[in-house]
């Protein structure tokens, strides 16, 4: 109800501002916003450009689990390997994304690649941080007590580590497709010819403004829908840290 109510307070604002300012090119009359909203859902040429970027997103988020879960549960449950890995960790992920594209540019030149390789730097560090501090926050004892008894290393991971790091991961998983989501808008500016980012740029090239803004806001919903659905995966496999009422 909240929401609804800060949407229409928006909406109302939006349109008597754009009124005021009477200024299309800084902002668009907002009834011709929105139909330029409505027209972008079935758009083929906007869906197909969507879907585009979803599959680099997907590809991008996946390969930066593979990695960061890897380094994450080895990082948490090893000492030695946090000293090692942790200084090259704390150091890449300080340099930041957009420094990144010449380089990709230079190694997997323009198309997927650098997109894909974008999205990945974006989203392996959440992935990696997240699991350290999942797997950090299971009690020693648990470990000690299945080591007593036998377990070797490969059922501690399987029975202790993997279970009690979800959280974390799960966590770090939705940071990381934020963080991937809006790395591929970024980069689809500059190293591709295609995609969600694309028509963006060419919106401002075109001055385009009520349809730069339709895709900006779609952009926005898209990005939101993702994260709830990741949401509802973490309380899928997790449920039992929602019985409280928690989010």
Not at 13 to 36: C, S
Not at 88 to 109: D, E, H, T, Y
Not at 166 to 191: D, K, N, Q, Y
């Amino acid at each position: 109800m909240i929401s609804t109510s800060v949407l229409l307070l928006l909406a109302v604002l939006w349109y008597f501002a754009a009124k005021w300012i009477d200024r299309p090119m800084i902002l668009p009359d907002f009834p011709e916003t929105m139909g330029e909203f409505l027209r972008d859902w079935i758009e083929p040429r906007v869906l197909l450009n969507l879907g585009i970027t979803l599959c680099r997103v997907l590809t991008g988020t996946f390969y930066a689990a593979l990695i960061g879960t890897v380094l994450g549960l080895s990082m948490g449950y090893s000492e030695t390997a946090l000293q090692l890995i942790s200084p090259i960790v704390n150091s890449i992920r300080q340099v930041p994304i957009m420094a990144w594209v010449p380089l990709s540019i230079v190694w997997f030149g323009l198309g997927e690649g650098p997109t894909v390789f974008l999205i990945f730097m974006s989203a392996v560090f959440p992935l990696i941080l997240n699991t350290v501090s999942g797997v950090s926050s299971i009690d020693r004892n648990y470990i000690n007590a299945a080591k007593s008894m036998g377990a070797g290393t490969a059922a501690i991971y399987r029975d202790i580590i993997v279970p009690g790091a979800m959280p974390g991961f799960l966590t770090g998983l939705r940071l990381a497709v934020g963080a991937g989501w809006m790395s591929v808008i970024c980069a689809e500016f500059i190293a591709t010819n295609k995609g969600f980012g694309y028509l963006l740029i060419e919106a401002q090239q075109r001055l385009q403004t009520s349809k730069l803004y339709s895709l900006m806001i779609m952009s926005a919903l898209v990005g939101l829908f993702i994260d709830q659905l990741i949401r509802l995966l973490e309380r899928k496999l997790t449920g039992w840290r929602f019985r409280d009422g928690k989010t």
